[in-house]
């Protein structure tokens, strides 16, 4: 599982991003990236936006505990969760 790693004040998720899905959900898990789906198409920002709004509803976080560190135009994103344990990260999506 190497899309999860820990981190003193929190953890970072390797995601790889469909846009332009029928729905917005978490697709499942791949050994080197967790699959996401979203509606909003890759213009503009409009597809970070939903994956940051998607990862903070999840995991009942605060928009601005959720950061793109990379893959600002790329289907491949780093992103870190603030204060969410990677035990947490697993607990909540049940893999």
Not at 21 to 28: D, F, H, M, V
């Amino acid at each position: 599982m190497n899309w999860l790693l820990s981190t003193k004040d929190g953890c970072i998720l390797t995601v790889k991003v469909t846009p332009r899905a029928s729905k917005s959900e978490i697709a499942g898990a791949d050994p080197e990236w967790l699959r996401m789906r979203l509606q909003a198409p890759p213009v503009d920002g409009k597809a970070n936006t939903e994956l940051t709004a998607l990862l903070a509803k999840t995991f009942g976080l605060p928009k601005r505990s959720v950061e793109l560190l990379t893959g600002d135009t790329s289907r491949l994103k780093r992103i870190k969760l603030h204060g969410l344990t990677a035990e947490a990260v697993m607990a909540h999506l049940s893999l």
